[in-house]
């Protein structure tokens, strides 16, 4: 079956340092690829999204882009902050299955210190 | 728009007892989708919704029920409770079932002790 792995943590970086968090998954057809983050207390959020070979999604300095050659989807930031401390999730989806079914990584803590 | 919301936040249980969790989607979405969270077994898919009907399961036990009404509010039902099933239940709502390419909106979820 699906299945998504990412790199274990905890991860602790200092501010302004570079972050990769490597993800690989396992699937068939295409899938559609999301990175999710958690912070302390709170349910997901969406940080960013790929739904084909080649797609790079971005957002707040987070980027990632979907390689089908590789089966990865690693999230890479220049430089990090205090208040990028939290979980990220790693996760893909199938159109085809036509279901709302997200499969997710074990997840990534990322401490980052001033 | 108001985001998800699930209550309640924090449920305390003891073994063999039930419990219902009940999540209110974003206004507009139809689906609606369940997940366990646990640091053992991460975040594991429950059940999904549409359109009052059960699309998709994932592998728990029957002791795990839900049900969508008419206006797409969810509520999860877990009868028997077992120690294991402590955990953070999410609730995810999207606008359109079906869809990889439609973003899943979580709520804060509710944490269930079961002593």
């Known amino acids: 079956g699906d299945s998504v792995t990412q790199m274990e943590g905890p991860v602790t970086l200092s501010e302004e340092a570079f972050l990769t968090i490597n993800c690989t998954y396992t699937a068939t057809g295409y899938p559609s690829l999301f990175w999710y983050v958690q912070y302390p207390g709170e349910g997901l959020q969406l940080l960013l999204k790929a739904t084909k070979a080649d797609d790079k999604g971005s957002n707040k300095g987070f980027e990632a882009t979907y390689r089908k050659e590789t089966t990865s989807f690693h999230l890479e930031k220049g430089s990090v902050q205090v208040s990028d401390s939290a979980v990220y999730f790693c996760?893909?989806?199938?159109?085809?299955?036509?279901?709302?079914?997200?499969?997710f990584g074990q997840g990534t803590t990322l401490q980052v210190k001033p | 728009k108001a985001g998800v919301t699930q209550t309640p936040r924090y449920l305390i249980k003891t073994r063999g007892q039930q419990v219902t969790l009940s999540c209110s989607p974003i206004?507009?979405?139809?689906?609606v989708s369940w997940y366990q969270q646990t640091p053992g077994q991460g975040l594991q898919f429950l059940f999904e919704?549409?359109?009052?009907?059960?699309?998709n399961k994932g592998n728990f036990p029957g002791r795990f029920s839900g049900r969508q009404f008419s206006n797409s509010r969810s509520e999860m039902n877990v009868s028997t409770l077992e120690l294991g099933d402590s955990a953070l239940y999410l609730c995810a709502s999207s606008p359109e079932g079906g869809s990889s390419y439609n973003e899943q909106f979580f709520g804060p979820g509710t944490r269930l002790t079961v002593l």
């Open positions: 996760a893909l989806s199938h159109y085809s299955s036509n279901t709302g079914k997200l499969i």
């Open positions: 206004s507009g979405h139809r689906s």
């Open positions: 919704y549409f359109s009052e009907t059960q699309r």
